[in-house]
């Protein structure tokens, strides 16, 4: 795969810049900043409430009960 070089990187640049302007590319890397601060954000609260939950709990473990067994 070839790699790109300064002079196509500035070219590419300068095509997006054209097709959606400075202000839009501005507003578009805002909301992908926040997104994913949003995002990492619920990571940490997710692992916060995992590291609060104590492992192994016995009624867990239990197997179900298959109710279809019963008598009647």
């Given at each position: 795969?070839?790699?790109?070089?300064?002079?196509?990187?500035?070219?590419?640049?300068?095509?997006?810049?054209?097709?959606?302007g400075?202000?839009?590319?501005?507003r578009?890397?805002g909301?992908?900043?926040?997104?994913?601060?949003?995002?990492?954000?619920?990571?940490?609260?997710?692992?916060?409430?995992?590291?609060?939950?104590?492992?192994?709990?016995?009624?867990?473990?239990?197997?179900a009960?298959?109710e279809?067994?019963?008598?009647?």
């Amino acid at each position: 795969m070839p790699h790109l070089g300064p002079l196509e990187i500035v070219i590419i640049l300068l095509i997006v810049v054209l097709l959606f302007g400075v202000g839009r590319i501005g507003r578009i890397g805002g909301e992908l900043g926040r997104g994913i601060k949003e995002f990492r954000k619920a990571i940490q609260e997710d692992s916060n409430d995992k590291a609060d939950k104590p492992a192994g709990k016995a009624e867990d473990k239990a197997p179900a009960k298959d109710e279809s067994r019963t008598a009647a």
